[in-house]
């Protein structure tokens, strides 16, 4: 029911800012809840971000509080993810990702994954 793609990875340098898109297909995608999560090399994948359908409800992982803000554009199919005073430990693969309903913190609440994007954080 839905695809996804991210875009808007790269390299960075340590505090500057990148801002991460997550296009949706169809026209269903305000139906759904997103969210961000990204995984280290060697790491387990980790909680990012998330955003609700409507009325604006966030929430994000203590990492990256105050410096990520996450939002979305139902008329254009897309969520964000802005990303500002970098750090190289946010070096990771970025994914987004769909659930019905309210979403969570937990992978296996979401239905629909995209590929990931690179982030590369230097010093």
């Known amino acids: 029911q839905v695809q996804l793609v991210e875009s808007g990875g790269g390299l960075a340098q340590a505090g500057g800012s990148l801002r991460l898109s997550c296009a949706a297909s169809?026209?269903?995608?305000?139906?759904?809840?997103v969210g961000w999560f990204r995984q280290a090399p060697g790491k387990e994948r980790e909680f990012v971000a998330r955003?609700?359908?409507?009325?604006?409800?966030?929430d994000y992982d203590e990492s990256v509080k105050g410096r990520f803000t996450i939002s979305r554009d139902n008329a254009k199919n897309t969520v964000y993810l802005q990303m500002n005073s970098l750090k190289p430990e946010d070096t990771a693969v970025y994914y987004c990702?769909?659930?019905?309903?309210?979403?969570?913190?937990?992978?296996?609440?979401?239905?629909?994954w995209g590929q990931g994007t690179q982030v590369t954080v230097s010093s």
């Open positions: 955003i609700a359908r409507s009325y604006g409800i966030t």
């Open positions: 990702a769909a659930a019905p309903g309210a979403g969570s913190r937990y992978p296996d609440n979401y239905d629909y």
């Open positions: 169809g026209r269903t995608f305000s139906r759904y809840a």
